[in-house]
């Protein structure tokens, strides 16, 4: 039972460049969440995913898209990467139920240049 | 506005000393309420649910007062282990979830 796995770990782009940050959960979780995190900005929800088949904005979605491509993956893509999008990104998942708690992912770390 | 903010930090304490944390969030509609620990780069772990009641947890104690939007975290007989980031978590009646922007804690012997 891995939880909530994130690839890459580790990623250095050019400015302009694309990419694609995956996440993948083995809890059977409905929902699920892309956030980053800036120093001093504590996390800031980009986008998420309430079930299979949908996708809603957070508070900084600009710059960024998301695909639910089935129950266990999300994934995030920066189309043309700038370096205010330089941060640590979190995946995480969570069950049905208000109090079920959020499973993170070990984050990946992005530097744009 | 921030919808969720909290204590600046960095709060600097003696093993043994008893610490609390405050946050305050924008949203009336916010349904449920959490702290969360994040130790230095790492990812965020749930320490403790928060619920109108109040509840404790070994050394921790958690409030949350509705009518001011506010929630508390006390940490009675701090530990070195205690020091991390403390993030106070609050989510709407959907899935929308939204973290502060944590409170850095340093307990020293």
């Known amino acids: 039972n891995a939880g909530v796995t994130q690839t890459p770990k580790f990623q250095v782009l050019k400015t302009g460049q694309s990419m694609t940050l995956q996440c993948a959960q083995d809890?059977?979780?409905?929902?699920m969440y892309w956030y980053r995190q800036d120093p001093g900005m504590g996390l800031r929800l980009i986008y998420y995913?309430?079930?299979?088949?949908?996708?809603d904005k957070g508070e900084v979605p600009n710059g960024y898209n998301v695909s639910r491509l089935n129950k266990r993956e999300f994934s995030l893509r920066l189309e043309s990467a700038a370096p205010s999008q330089t941060s640590v990104y979190f995946c995480?998942?969570?069950?049905?139920?208000?109090?079920?708690?959020?499973?993170f992912g070990p984050g990946t770390r992005l530097t744009v240049l | 506005r921030k919808e969720v903010e909290q204590d600046p930090g960095p709060f600097n304490v003696p093993e043994g000393a008893t610490v609390a944390f405050n946050c305050t969030y924008s949203n009336s509609a916010s349904q449920s309420f959490f702290w969360y620990r994040q130790d230095c780069r790492k990812e965020p772990k749930l320490l403790m649910s928060v619920y109108s009641s109040g509840n404790e947890d070994g050394r921790f104690t958690a409030q949350l007062n509705r009518a001011s939007q506010y929630i508390s975290l006390l940490i009675r007989d701090s530990k070195l282990s205690d020091s991390a980031t403390y993030l106070c978590v609050v989510r709407d009646g959907g899935f929308k979830t939204i973290f502060g922007a944590g409170t850095r804690l340093f307990v020293k012997a």
């Open positions: 809890m059977n979780h409905n929902s």
């Open positions: 995480a998942s969570r069950g049905t139920g208000d109090y079920n708690e959020q499973f």
């Open positions: 995913s309430a079930s299979e088949g949908t996708t």
